[in-house]
Nanobody, 120 residues
């Protein structure tokens, strides 16, 4: 079992930045992939970004150039999502996911989610 705990969500104004963190614990197999999904009210859940154990990253077109995903070098069990130039359409519940698949996201475990609200 893997437990994922997210933190860092909140309310920000358009154009501001926010950083989300996700700490994994439990039986962590490596290599693996960790990533972030989001779901806005009335919309389907979408993959925002992921990062593999080897450092390969992938982003949704809607966040490219604004969001950066990274893993703690000292502790590969923590993944971050740095979000810049936030827009109202980024408002959603952001969930961390863990995948045993080393080349991309096939989630086996999920975090509880953290709310990000972008509003003036």
């Amino acid at each position: 079992q893997v437990q994922l705990v997210e933190s860092g969500g909140g309310l920000v104004q358009p154009g501001e930045s926010l950083r989300l963190s996700c700490a994994a614990s439990g039986t962590i197999v490596s290599p693996n992939t960790m990533g972030w999904y989001r779901q806005a009210p009335g919309k389907q859940r979408e993959l925002v970004a992921f990062i593999t154990s080897g450092g390969i990253t992938n982003y949704a077109d809607s966040v490219k150039g604004r969001f950066t995903i990274s893993r703690d070098n000292a502790n590969a069990k923590t993944v971050y999502l740095q979000m810049h130039s936030l827009k109202p359409e980024d408002t959603a519940v952001y969930s961390c996911a863990f995948s045993r698949y080393r080349f991309g996201m096939r989630p086996n475990y999920w975090g509880q989610g953290t709310q990000v609200t972008v509003s003036s």
